[in-house]
């Protein structure tokens, strides 16, 4: 089973400045079997990005998502109030999903 | 508009059965897998298994094979987690999320099932 580490784990930024998060799988991952979700306090996930570096509909250009292989990058270049959340990465492989930990965005 | 609406929250004590539901509505609901996540309080989400309505076609993740079971009824579209014994470990948020075919992630989640199991 293939297995995602995210960091930092917490990432304490102010609004408008740029976030950068990662996720590491433990063998190598398909790009089109990796996506991200955005989840806020009492919310179900919502899809961000899909394939790697598509961003899923509605979601503004300032997310962006990038990476091959086992490391995989989502930015958000410059952070609005609403986006302080948990991001977590996803991977699809040989039938079963994995998530990792998830990174908390909070504001400083 | 695609919708996914899941049944309300349960509190069960501990050996008790439960079935949630996952009702989709808006799209072809045959056509799309849905999968089932669980998040423990104050924890990440963990993928349990998914299924396809269309035929049935059911895959478990390892940590929940033989401990929930995963169904679908297509002709209320309408997908289903079920406990034969609850117990405590099992209180968590359970999301059902549509997976399009061929593809890797959840487009659309319902909103969420809370199940508390307490005795």
């Known amino acids: 089973e293939i297995v995602l580490t995210q960091s930092p784990g917490t990432l304490s930024l102010s609004p408008g400045e740029r976030a950068t998060l990662s996720c590491r799988a433990s063998q190598s991952v398909s790009i089109s079997h990796l996506a991200w979700y955005q989840q806020k306090p009492g919310q179900a996930p919502r899809l961000l990005i899909y394939d790697a570096s598509s961003r899923a509909t509605g979601i503004p250009d300032r997310f962006s998502g990038s990476g091959s292989g086992t490391d995989f990058t989502l930015i958000i270049s410059r952070l609005e109030p609403e986006d302080f959340a948990v991001y977590y990465c996803q991977q699809y492989d040989n039938s079963v999903w994995t998530f990792g930990q998830g990174t908390k965005v909070e504001i400083k | 508009e695609v919708q996914l609406v899941q049944s309300g929250a349960e509190v069960k004590k501990p050996g008790q059965s439960l079935k949630i539901s996952c009702k989709g509505s808006?799209?072809?609901?045959?056509?799309?897998?849905i999968a089932w996540v669980r998040q423990m309080p104050g924890k990440g989400l963990e993928w349990m298994g998914i299924i396809y309505p269309g035929d049935s076609e059911t895959r478990y993740s390892p940590s929940f094979q033989g401990q929930v079971t995963i169904s679908a009824d297509k002709s209320i579209s309408t997908a289903y987690l079920q406990w034969s014994s609850l117990k405590a470990s099992d209180t968590a948020m359970y999301y059902c999320?549509?997976?399009?075919?061929?593809?890797?992630?959840?487009?659309?989640w319902g909103q969420g099932a809370l199940v508390t199991v307490s005795s």
């Open positions: 999320a549509r997976k399009p075919d061929s593809r890797s992630y959840s487009d659309y």
């Open positions: 808006g799209y072809s609901f045959t056509n799309y897998w």
